[in-house]
């Protein structure tokens, strides 16, 4: 807020930031100093800012005259910080696109399909009409079961915990990728280096996080290949890992493969059938315990997913895991 000379009377403490400004935040001052002229003259005025950081934000701008009993006093100019909202609108956008997306290729293959059926007379490709079917219709109950587990993870205020050995989820999580790892050629090794340790958490929930896990290093593998889980106590945490020999993600797109339908390679990933939801789950199911997931990887050598829980998560209390140690 500044008076009818321009000097200034009042800054809130957010407003800090642009008293001695740099980078982004120095174009911001430059627009502040512009609308307050525009206050100071008796006009109101606002601007919306796009700011592309680091970090990426936006700013809505608001500059109002100040005056009494038709004097002029001043101006002051509000600052709002959208950035969030934004954020959470676009995802919001994309998300509705991209679930018609997913669900389009589905239901359109299926009307195909099921016209050719209608006037199609030999058995032979009425037997294969018929598989395709089969297989487009499982990849859209996928999609759906996929929408609904994250809906759930998401909307759910905190994960039912219990006990349970962390040797049975490791061995759950495997056995629910056996089938797709055995067609494919690849063999997954498991490392308990924890015998013994039980983890606090939804047994369903975690499961189905390291099996997305697997199941995602199992597309993304070469036949013959060895897909290797490994869990660890490191510190004060639980680490799980799983690494692959597959063909690695670009450095541009490490920091959005937990992003839903987040596709690095849209070919492979038609080919692989995914539905782009596996690494989102994961990431929830993962916060939603506590604790945090990140990926290294190296185009062409493969790709390491580490998950970290807290100790705390974890009863190392065992005999048996006291013994090992």
Excluded: W
Aim: glycine share 6%; net charge negative.
């Amino acid at each position: 807020m500044v008076d009818a000379d321009g000097q200034e009377v009042y800054r809130n403490a957010a407003a800090e930031r642009y008293r001695h400004p740099r980078h982004a935040d120095a174009i911001a001052a430059g627009v502040i100093a512009e609308l307050l002229e525009h206050a100071r003259a008796g006009r109101a005025a606002d601007r919306e800012l796009q700011l592309f950081g680091p970090p990426r934000s936006v700013l809505e701008l608001q500059a109002f005259p100040l005056a009494a009993d038709g004097k002029p006093l001043g101006g002051a100019v509000f600052v709002y910080d959208v950035s969030e909202i934004h954020r959470v609108d676009s995802m919001r956008r994309d998300f509705v696109a991209n679930v018609s997306h997913e669900l389009k290729t589905p239901i359109g293959a299926l009307e195909i399909l099921a016209e050719t059926l209608e006037s199609e007379t030999d058995p032979l490709v009425t037997h294969h009409m018929a598989e395709l079917v089969v297989k487009e219709a499982a990849r859209l109950a996928q999609i759906v079961d996929d929408l609904l587990d994250l809906s759930l993870i998401e909307t759910q205020e905190a994960p039912r915990r219990e006990p349970v050995p962390l040797a049975v989820l490791l061995d759950d999580a495997v056995d629910r990728v056996r089938r797709a790892s055995d067609a494919a050629g690849i063999k997954i090794e498991v490392a308990d280096h924890a015998p013994g340790a039980s983890v606090a958490c939804d047994r369903r929930q975690m499961v189905s996080a390291i099996a997305n896990l697997l199941d995602n290093a199992v597309k993304y593998s070469e036949r013959d290949s060895t897909v290797r889980l490994a869990a660890a106590l490191e510190g004060l945490h639980l680490e799980i890992t799983v690494t692959d020999e597959g063909i690695g993600i670009p450095n541009r797109d490490l920091e959005r493969i937990f992003e839903r339908f987040y596709r690095v390679d849209h070919a492979r990933s038609r080919d692989t059938g995914g539905t782009g939801l596996g690494l989102a789950i994961v990431r929830h199911v993962v916060h939603a315990h506590g604790g945090h997931v990140s990926v290294s990887s190296i185009e062409g050598q493969g790709s390491t997913f580490r998950v970290v829980l807290p100790l705390e998560a974890v009863d190392v209390r065992s005999p048996k895991y006291e013994e090992g140690r």
